[in-house]
């Protein structure tokens, strides 16, 4: 069922099997891979079934560091959260992204790839992808298009599948039809609490917008809110945050990783003529409604592994953008209203994006006759988008702000800075794929700046997939959850999501963290199993 957090009555404690922080990919998945245990599942959310600007503004907060869009703009307060607004761009993350590299500070995972292949399964299931088939040449023969021949093996063509499955739509009806899930929103986790000499969490105390107040009692717990909100939560569930729950080590909130973006030149093709139709979105009848592939370019994993590099992909942008005019501020003005016009970002703020576009109007005529003129299949120059794994360093951090929100929590401040490893990996990447694409005759690329580091920084901005907050580690010294998302020291307080990821590859984070929800949720059954079953069918309100 879903309720607005106005029945709840104030003061008032619900008993659960299960309680689930968060409604966004992660915390569904977790409640409906667990509905056919029987427990009783309250999952919270703090936004509602649409956009709620007071509850949004929860998510504000401040940044430091290199440029980042603000902080209420990256995420969504609602049923579905971050699912509301994303592209829908999937992947599984790479055999190496796994693997402790001798280069990459703090990289390996306590399991491989392996390991979440079965999950990366039926995560394709429930973001509604085709199937787990990631292969160039099987897709090329079924699409006709061939793939770029390039010199050496350095480069290699990548697969995406893409399918934005909005999460807060596709399973609204699926869990207001089970009765042993309780969904509340408008329900904001204010701070967790630990039974009193104990190791396990005993309650969330929970508050909403008009004041009410009560508390989440259960037998298992898991925080599903995001790579900000997860730190933040803890952080905040103590006397101080350097004695917070999980914080032993003082790590929570450590370790923030970003995806950079950039859009680092052009590929000047040879032959005007080049087919690059693979790289751009094609799909079968086949496939499930809406969702396409398209294919990028990325180091193969000898490349990575000689040059000590940082994984990344690069793509191709379409050939009406080829165009400097797509560089202009008033013209990306536009296209950020167009996104939010089309659902692909957070409501709010189109006033000031009219204003930018505007001062410029002769510009944005220019890109429309070039969004309608231009042949999709010719041009002497193609803009690229770049993404990048950056490191995971221990200085990158969340922590909590001076500031405060309307329920009076200190807001999160993030601190993000790119590492001149980073933006040396970056440099060469582009420079072995110049080299890949030249040395077999396709062309070359040309920067959009000049090649310095500083260059390079201020042409990257965040992808807005926050990462490894609260990372996974064996050891309690170098991580806040262990293998099984269980934070250490507590034993029944579990975190899914991408703050657990230890390094993050490039590819977009959702796929494989719907993945790691379906691994978290086998691993709670196991839990409930051992514990005497409920005999309720639905949570319990008791005054």
């Known amino acids: 069922m879903i309720e607005e957090v106005a029945g709840v009555a104030d003061r008032s404690r619900i008993d659960c099997d299960v309680c689930i922080v968060g409604a966004g990919a992660a915390g569904i998945t977790v409640a409906l891979e667990l509905e056919a245990t029987g427990a009783r599942i309250c999952l919270l959310d703090a936004g509602g079934l649409a956009y709620r600007r007071r509850a949004q503004a929860l998510l504000d907060g401040e940044v430091v560091g290199d440029s980042y869009p603000p902080l209420k703009e990256t995420r969504f307060a609602g049923l579905g959260g971050a699912t509301r607004i994303w592209g829908g761009w999937c992947r599984p993350l790479d055999p190496i992204d796994f693997t402790e590299r ?20 039926r995560a394709h299931a429930i ?8 292969d160039p040449p099987a897709w090329a023969k079924r699409f006709g298009a061939e793939h770029l021949k390039l010199a050496g093996d350095d480069v290699v063509t990548t697969m995406f599948q893409v399918s934005p499955t909005r ?10 039809a089970t009765p042993n899930i309780r969904v509340l929103l408008g329900a904001v986790a204010l701070r967790c609490r630990a039974a009193p000499t104990s190791d396990r969490l005993e309650r969330v105390e929970v508050g909403a917008l008009d004041g009410r107040r009560f508390a989440v009692a259960a037998r298992l717990f898991v925080l599903a809110t995001g790579g900000i909100e997860n730190a933040r939560l803890l952080l905040l569930s103590g006397p101080t945050p350097e004695t917070s729950i999980g914080n032993a080590r003082g790590l929570v909130g450590r370790y923030f990783t970003e995806h950079p973006f950039m859009e680092p030149g052009s590929f000047l093709p040879r032959d005007p003529a080049i087919s690059l139709r693979f790289y751009f979105p094609a799909r079968t009848d086949d496939m499930p409604p809406d969702a396409n592939v398209r294919a990028a370019l990325s180091l193969g994993r000898p490349a990575l592994e000689r040059e000590g590099l940082l994984n990344a992909a690069v793509f191709f942008l379409p050939a009406y953008e080829a165009h400097p005019v797509f560089t202009d501020p008033a013209v990306k003005a536009m296209l950020e209203l167009w996104e939010k016009v089309r659902g692909r970002g957070v409501p709010g703020g189109n006033c000031d994006h009219v204003r930018r576009a505007l001062r410029a109007p002769h510009r944005l005529v220019h890109a429309a006759w070039r969004r309608i003129a231009v042949c999709p299949g010719r041009t002497s120059s193609w803009r690229l988008r770049a993404f990048f794994e950056a490191e995971s360093l221990h200085h990158n951090r969340v922590r909590l702000a001076a500031g405060k929100d309307a329920l009076d929590r200190p807001l999160p401040r993030v601190e993000w800075r790119l590492s001149e490893r980073d933006l040396a990996s970056m440099r060469r990447v582009l420079a072995l794929h110049d080299q890949a694409l030249a040395g077999a005759g396709h062309g070359r690329l040309a920067l959009a700046f000049d090649d310095t580091a500083e260059a390079w920084r201020a042409a990257a901005f965040g992808g807005k997939h926050h990462m490894g907050t609260t990372r996974m580690h064996a050891s309690p010294s170098a ?10 020291g507590v034993r029944n ?16 984070p959702t796929l494989t963290i719907v993945a790691l929800a ?3 949720a086998e691993h709670l059954k196991g839990r409930l199993r051992d514990q005497e079953p409920s005999r309720e069918a639905r949570p319990t309100t008791t005054g």
């Open 127 to 134: 973001c509604g992808l085709g199937e787990v088939d990631y």
């Open 167 to 176: 999460f807060g739509s596709r399973y609204r009806a699926a869990l207001a």
């Open 518 to 520: 379906v691994r978290l």
């Open 102 to 121: 001798s280069w990459v500070p703090n990289s390996g995972w306590p399991f491989g790839h392996d390991s979440l292949r079965p999950h990366y399964q």
């Open 479 to 488: 991580g806040v959850v262990d293998a099984d998302c269980r934070v250490h």
């Open 493 to 508: 307080l579990y975190v899914a999501g991408s703050s657990v990821f230890p390094t993050s590859g490039f590819a977009n």
